[in-house]
């Protein structure tokens, strides 16, 4: 039901910064997390950081302190700020979505097409 569409990638040298957006559509569960993950070359895909609809954030250790997720309800819009990119972070970054109907309940899942983040110099 949900569609994910994803902006803001592209090739920035280390140390530089990048504002990923993704912004979904269709009918959102009131409950949700919103978050982002990311697929290294040649590796599998990992969660980079997520928030829920009630403000609560997860961020992977190897983020921390550098990116920063935020979500804009009324346009039922995430945000990934990326500060200090270093070339670890290359890497396709899938926007996700995970809707519930109840507190507990098991998610319904939906994914962003991807948007690719190069850090090269």
């Known amino acids: 039901q949900a569609q994910l569409v994803e902006s803001g990638g592209g090739l920035v040298q280390p140390g530089g910064s990048l504002r990923l957006s993704c912004t979904a559509s269709?009918?959102?569960?009131?409950?949700?997390?919103m978050g982002w993950y990311r697929q290294p070359p040649g590796k599998q895909r990992e969660l980079v950081a997520t928030m829920t609809s009630g403000g609560s954030t997860n961020y992977a250790d190897s983020v921390k302190g550098r990116f920063t997720i935020s979500r804009d309800n009324a346009k039922n819009t995430v945000y990934l700020q990326m500060n200090n990119l270093n070339a670890e972070d290359t890497a396709l970054y899938y926007c996700?979505?995970?809707?519930?109907?109840?507190?507990?309940?098991?998610?319904?899942?939906?994914w962003g097409q991807g948007t690719q983040v190069t850090v090269s110099s």
């Open positions: 269709g009918s959102i569960s009131d409950i949700n997390t």
């Open positions: 996700n979505l995970e809707q519930y109907r109840w507190y507990g309940s098991p998610a319904r899942t939906s």
